[in-house]
């Protein structure tokens, strides 16, 4: 085989690309990318399915009034030295959306009441302290409440009377 023949042209497989065919991916593939990324931003802004019928994104729902209900007073003895007995007396309010939260919440008043008694009797004076000390101690009773009403939530407990003797 002479030189000049394993130079020439290759054929079949091993052809390179034309200029021609190089365009052509170019004028296809870049309207089908984007008409890809806008189909996807249309779907995932909501816009889409809207469109199409299958609901989209639904407006936030109004949220529903509070409602306080009293929880019964409450006298615990501290957890001190029995030499020095101490006792807290609390007289508090649960914030609870309208509906059947509330109903929940006076339904299982009597479960509330008993792990509110069980956490205040852990309590120490100190734990009390100050305004952190308040705002633990309501942290707490929201936590406990929620526990007891799963899975309604309790949105604020508020202290109408809080007495450490």
Known sequence: MSSAEATAEPTGEHAPAKAGGRRKLILI???VLLLGALGAGGWFSGLLPRLLGRGGHAGPKPALPPVFIDV????????????????IKLKARLEVAAGPDAAA?????????DLFQTYLRELRPGDLRGAMGTYRLREELINRADVA?????????LFVQMIVQ
């Open 105 to 113: 919440v006076k339904r299982l008043m009597p479960r509330i009441v």
């Open 72 to 87: 019964p007073d409450m006298i615990a003895n501290m957890n001190t030295d029995p030499s020095e007995p101490r006792y």
């Open 29 to 31: 593939g870049a309207p």
């Open 149 to 157: 009403l799963a899975p309604a939530k309790v949105r604020d407990v």
